[in-house]
């Protein structure tokens, strides 16, 4: 049964990649193709550099249009955004079929070639919805973990509170018994040495006498 469930949430997680990278010169347009399925959700992971003294580097300078258009559809056009020179980019497929995935880089310089790498992951949407319902169960859980080792933490203070209150208590009680008795040994002492000297003073005096 375990195994059965792991399958299960390794096929809903499971998702599509593919890497892509080529050449291109300023304004020149390359164009990728990817069947999808209604639902399913593309995320282009996009990065451009620019050749520069024979290494290419990343610069801010270049600018990507992304397009994609449903091919089966008369080539309708469903995403057109600007991009900078690094970064990602989502679509969601609203019907099955065909699509083409289109990416165009632009450069001030437009005789320096342009090298981009395109990152495509498929996966659809209600898996997604799956894992983030998973990730949200396993959030509720966790906080509900933390919140018992609070509650715990609290119980454990309180009752180190009541200790040291008690011991408080028994401390001071102690301490006047200490108190109470050394005042009432000092006072026996103080009427023990009062008795000797007046005892020994009548005796001397009646030695004198005699």
């Avoid at 995320?43 to 089966?72: C, H, M, Q, R, W």
């Avoid at 790498?117 to 996966?123: H, K, N």
């Amino acid at each position: 049964m375990r195994l059965q469930y792991i399958i299960f949430l390794l096929g809903c997680l499971l998702q599509t990649s593919n890497a892509l990278h080529t050449y291109v010169k300023s304004g020149e347009m390359k164009c990728f193709y990817k069947n999808l399925k209604k639902g399913d959700v593309l995320i282009g992971d996009l990065d451009t550099a620019v050749k520069n003294n024979g290494i290419y580097e990343e610069d801010p300078a270049v600018k990507v249009s992304v397009s994609i258009a449903e091919t089966f559809d008369d080539d309708h056009i469903v995403l057109n955004q600007k991009n900078p020179y690094t970064g990602d980019f989502t679509f969601t497929a609203l019907d099955n079929g065909e699509h083409r995935i289109c990416v165009s880089p632009t450069y001030p310089d437009s005789n320096e070639p342009i090298r981009v790498y395109l990152d495509l992951e498929i996966s659809n949407i209600e898996a997604l919805d799956t894992k983030g319902k998973q990730n949200e169960a396993q959030l509720r859980k966790r906080v509900d973990q933390l919140n018992q080792r609070l509650n715990n933490i609290r119980m454990e203070q309180d009752v180190i509170r009541e200790n040291e209150a008690s011991f408080r208590n028994q401390s001071e009680a102690a301490n006047s018994k200490i108190t109470f008795w050394t005042l009432v040994q000092i006072f026996i002492l103080a009427g023990m040495c009062t008795f000797q000297v007046s005892y020994l003073k009548n005796f001397f005096v009646k030695q004198k006498v005699i």
